[in-house]
């Protein structure tokens, strides 16, 4: 007669845990950048077309410009090793 003896499968909550938490905090700083434009796009729409047309952008590029600009000089996600 052979017995088989199976393990209930174990959850790694604490895997689980640190999955949940860096899926919140990669909402919360998409959230915030996003946010951040926001307060650009509309800084930026509060100008006068004098003061736009000075520093280069055309009002109706403002929103462009704002993401371009966003991606252009985000952080790094991951270690260059430079430092």
């Known amino acids: 007669m052979l017995i088989t003896i199976m393990k209930p499968a174990r959850l790694n ?3 689980l845990a640190a999955d949940a938490f860096r899926a919140l905090r990669t909402v919360c700083a998409r959230l915030w950048r996003w946010r951040q434009q926001r307060l650009a796009a509309s800084e930026l729409h509060s100008l006068s ?13 403002i929103d462009e ?19």
């Open 13 to 15: 909550t604490g895997s």
């Open 65 to 83: 410009q704002v993401r371009l600009s966003a991606t252009r000089y985000a952080r790094p996600t991951k270690s260059t090793g430079l430092i």
């Open 49 to 61: 077309d004098y003061s736009l047309r000075d520093i280069g952008i055309a009002r109706s590029y």
